[in-house]
T-cell receptor, first 111, second 110 residues
Framework: DGGITQSPKYLFRKEGQNVTLSCEQN?????MYWYRQDPGQGLRLIYY???????QKGDIAEGYSVSREKKESFPLTVTSAQKNPTAFYLC??????????FGQGTRLTVV | GQNIDQPTEMTATEGAIVQINCTYQ??????LFWYQQHAGEAPTFLSY??LDGLEEKGRFSSFLSRSKGYSYLLLKELQMKDSASYLC???????????WGAGTKLIIKP
């Protein structure tokens, strides 16, 4: 089945550590996005990529990094520079249509 | 600034009808989306409006008035499984970015 897969579902990070969240899609979509979701707030865009080997900062890119070496993959690294990383992270992709498809999300907790 | 407002929480009864409102102020408008999100899960697409009027899809309908910066999602014949958050998002002239509301948590009671 075609879809978008995030892993892991739950992730625990010690302070000062970098962690990488995986996002893979087999929908042949060009555009991919990373959002952060916090209670009581709308989704906020971290980074997006419209094509392989290209990506752009979103509204809250500080403390995060991404790569887009393959069309199918758009991993997000949460670095130690991100001071408040505990959140629900959502990856999405979009093809030629209007609808964006979301992965199941990764809940990151700093311990 | 850019802003999307939705009620934080609504309660309705199984079998009834509920209307969830969304008002927006954005720099440009290129479509409005409604998504459903169950707790801890991925948002799933419900509807897309770019022109004024009502779009109907089974039990769900979505309305848009661009002049008023207003949309609503109408859910009929409510079922317990409709308990979820409903997210409103506006696409601006940049085709790659959506501005999201905080979502409306809908609680369905028997």
């Amino acid at each position: 089945d075609g879809g978008i897969t995030q892993s892991p579902k739950y992730l625990f990070r010690k302070e000062g550590q970098n962690v990488t969240l995986s996002c893979e899609q087999n929908l042949n979509h060009d555009a991919m996005y990373w959002y952060r979701q916090d209670p009581g707030q709308g989704l906020r865009l971290i980074y997006y990529s419209q094509i392989v080997n290209d990506f752009q900062k979103g509204d809250i890119a500080e403390g995060y990094s991404v790569s887009r070496e393959k069309k199918e993959s758009f991993p997000l690294t949460v670095t130690s520079a991100q001071k408040n990383p505990t959140a629900f992270y959502l990856c999405a992709s979009r093809g030629s249509g209007d609808e964006a498809f979301f992965g199941q999300g990764t809940r990151l907790t700093v311990v | 600034g850019q802003n999307i407002d939705q009620p934080t929480e609504m309660t309705a009864t199984e079998g009834a009808i509920v209307q969830i409102n969304c008002t927006y102020q954005t720099s440009g408008f290129n479509g409005l989306f409604w998504y459903q999100q169950h707790a801890g899960e991925a948002p799933t697409f419900l509807s897309y409006n770019v022109l004024d009027g009502l779009e109907e899809k089974g039990r769900f309908s979505s309305f848009l008035s661009r002049s008023k910066g207003y949309s609503y999602l109408l859910l009929k014949e409510l079922q317990m499984k409709d308990s979820a958050s409903y997210l409103c998002a506006v696409r601006t002239y940049s085709n790659y970015q959506l501005i999201w509301g905080a979502g409306t948590k809908l609680i369905i009671k028997p």
